[in-house]
């Protein structure tokens, strides 16, 4: 059974300060993916990664950067929290080449 | 990029009827089209997939079909139950390897009893 783990499922940070959401999956998958999702908009891609330390930016990648070390963990980094960025951040990852990705449970993030 | 486009955002149907919804793409080259399911609360889980190789795929009370020269797909859900309703998303795969998924908005579907 796949698994993706995410380090929190709920978080309150203060404007201005810098938040590390982490995600584990225990598949040996290549890609890996964060995506935010917001009522109304769906699931947004902010970045992406197809191998370790390689990754491209996808739609909204405005205010975040990730980092992948490990092929297992893929971290998403608000450089200084904004209001606008309180959301639920979900991680999935995926085999190359365009395969089912499995998300993990979800990060709620709340910036105040 | 690729947009996905999702149709309609909302979609109410009595338990026993069917239920349709609608997705655009823009990339010629994707070739993986998957369904996601979500729950209230929970995370978004893969209900179906199809390939452009093929026109369309069943399982059980789901289907999807695809058009490829029209470049748009739809997922069917017949004989539809309460526990049927849930947020649905489209995605299409793309980028150089075609690793890259991009979601629709999302339909809330409401099964009514």
């Known amino acids: 059974d796949v698994k993706v783990t995410q380090s929190s499922r709920y978080l309150v940070k203060r404007t201005g300060e810098k938040v590390f959401l982490e995600c584990v999956q225990d598949?040996?998958?290549?890609?890996m993916f964060w995506y935010r999702q917001d009522p109304g908009l769906g699931l947004r891609l902010i970045y992406f990664?197809?191998?370790?330390?390689?990754?491209e930016k996808g739609d909204i990648p405005e205010g975040y950067s990730v980092s992948r070390e490990k092929k297992e963990r893929f971290s998403l980094i608000l450089e200084s929290a904004s209001t606008n960025q309180t959301s639920m951040y979900l991680c999935?990852?995926?085999?190359?080449?365009?395969?089912?990705?499995?998300f993990g449970q979800g990060t709620r993030l709340t910036v105040v | 990029g690729e947009n996905v486009e999702q149709h309609p955002s909302t979609l109410s149907v009595q338990e026993g009827d069917s239920a349709v919804i609608k997705c655009t793409y823009s990339?010629?080259?994707?070739?993986?089209f998957p369904w996601y399911k979500q729950e209230l609360g929970k995370r978004p889980q893969l209900i179906i997939d199809?390939?452009?190789?093929?026109g369309e795929k069943k399982d059980q009370r789901i289907a999807v079909t695809l058009n490829k020269t029209a470049k748009h797909f739809s997922l069917h859900i017949t004989e539809t139950q309460p526990e049927d309703s849930a947020v649905y998303f489209c995605?299409?795969?793309?980028?150089?390897?075609?690793?890259?998924?991009?979601f629709g908005k999302g339909t809330l579907l409401t099964v009514n009893p």
């Open positions: 598949m040996d998958h290549e890609n």
């Open positions: 999935a990852s995926s085999l190359i080449g365009g395969n089912e990705a499995f």
């Open positions: 990664s197809y191998d370790v330390k390689m990754k």
């Open positions: 199809i390939r452009s190789n093929v």
């Open positions: 990339d010629s080259a994707s070739n993986y």
């Open positions: 995605a299409a795969n793309s980028g150089g390897s075609n690793y890259k998924l991009t």
